[in-house]
């Protein structure tokens, strides 16, 4: 769903009448009470032993942080993150650090979660700033350059998610969209996976696609649509499953993480997929710390920030395993895996790269973006590469060779954080 400031204002006003009626809609952990002042103690260098880490939060009392991931619940094959991310921040405090985990958003819907973390009824959280292209102009440009990759299922996953987090590392304008609102990012710019099609009937061409209403997550996704003559309709995922089910829309952009969590493929299950590329469109989340983080010892805080080597491994992780229950659930509908039709794939491809030339035009995008895009992607091919990191298969039969939770991507995720997230670090 995209989201205007008018709906945001809506959000806010359904917020403050809440309030008024005395009606309570939440409340986060200790950490706007919990330090004399901002940001006090010592810390600790990264990548200190144990023992250090332990000697630098003594004398510290423990907190306990409302923390708000994107899955619906510890179940979920998209939990992955905020289990890797939670045990992780557990671990290196001793259990000084602890949190409360609100599954399913239900403290906050996605037009309300940065308020929620300005307000501080929720510490960290999972939020989808590619809603909202007014006010996180940069997230929308950069979610249009996210087809400058292979689309293998497992490979192509691990390059993209790594140059575009450190693409948002790296733009000051991007970084700003959060920290002007006082948030502090965690994770900017993270993905949930290649984009694909899903629809109730068969068909990939370009007549198939003639008239068809397409639900839509993003700006680029309208302009995609239009280009093969379907029809945009903007919609949250929540609400795209009863959309497909009643023949609201025909079809979806979907990802992994929600393909894979929803059962979504059981109403639209004729996935249709690129044949060489990537869909743009996937670099679309954020994991952000709210207005109290910087109240907090500066050692928990290095420790919140670290923690991110391991969130990041559990997003790819949630992403795979999502894919794999996509493919099976496609399967178990009786439904099919099919490569785009050469002609619906070439327009396609000419309208992303369109795009891209006018947001370039427009003064957004660095002349050379094209060729930044070009050189991130030949870093961290490489780096997947040497980390040894393989596909053993196809898209169509990745529940034949990959298994939930079966691939360690610390090694990527720590060569990411060193080289993008580092100097970030709470100091």
Known sequence: MIVTPRIRRIARTAIGLAAVAGVVVGCAGSVGGNTASEGSGEGFEYGAPQDEVAEAIADLEPVTLTFQPGASSQASPTAANALAFTKAVEKRSGGKISFNIAWGQSIAGYPEVEDALADGRIDIAYTAPIYFPDEHPMVDAYSKLTHYSESSPLVGEAVSAAMMSELGWNSEELLAEYTDKGLVPLSPLMSAGDYYTACSEPGTSLADWDGRQMRIASSAHAAIAESIGSTGVSMEYGETFEALERGTVDCTFVQPQVA???????????????????????????????????????????????????QFHGNLVSTMDAARQMVVDTNSAGGSIDGFDPAAEERIQQTEEGLVDDLIDEGRLDDDIKDQMAELADKWTGIVDELGYKDGGSLEDLDQWYQPGSVDFRPLSKRLFEDAALPHRPE
């Open 260 to 310: 894979g969590s929803t059962g979504i493929m059981e109403a639209a299950p004729y996935l249709g997929h690129f044949n060489g590329s990537r869909m743009t469109g996937s670099a679309t989340g954020a994991h952000l710390a709210g207005s109290g983080f910087e109240a907090l010892p500066l050692a928990y805080q290095q420790i919140i920030f670290d923690a991110q080597i391991d």
